[in-house]
Nanobody
């Protein structure tokens, strides 16, 4: 089993920044993909970004969706088993519950159903 715990959400004004963290623990295999999804009230869950870890030590193959790629950065710290989502120039439309998810293997997918483990989510609220 794998456990994921997110943190870093909060209330911020438009144009501000937040850094979300996703700490993974448990039976982590050498190769896995971690993704961030978000869900705004009344909207479907949306894929935001993903990163892969290979050979038990290297985070790479980052990807962010077009609407955030100039403002959000996904990264990983292998020593801490943590994936970050740095969010800059936040907009009110970014308001949502952000959740990280993990799937084992190396296949990079953007579909929530393909991820095996999920965190509890963290609320991000951007005021105008």
């Amino acid at each position: 089993q794998v456990q994921l715990v997110e943190s870093g959400g909060g209330l911020v004004q438009a144009g501000g920044s937040l850094r979300l963290s996703c700490i993974a623990s448990g039976r982590l295999l050498n190769n896995f993909v971690v993704a961030w999804f978000r869900q705004a009230p009344g909207k479907e869950r949306q894929f935001v970004a993903r990163i892969s870890r290979s050979n038990g030590r290297t985070f790479h193959n980052t990807y962010c969706i077009d609407s955030v790629k100039d403002r959000f950065t996904i990264s990983g710290d292998n020593a801490k088993n943590t994936v970050y989502l740095q969010m800059d120039s936040l907009k009110p439309d970014d308001t949502a519950v952000y959740s990280c998810a993990l799937r084992t293997g190396t296949r990079m997918v953007d579909i929530a159903g393909e991820y095996d483990y999920w965190g509890q989510g963290t609320q991000v609220t951007v005021s105008s």
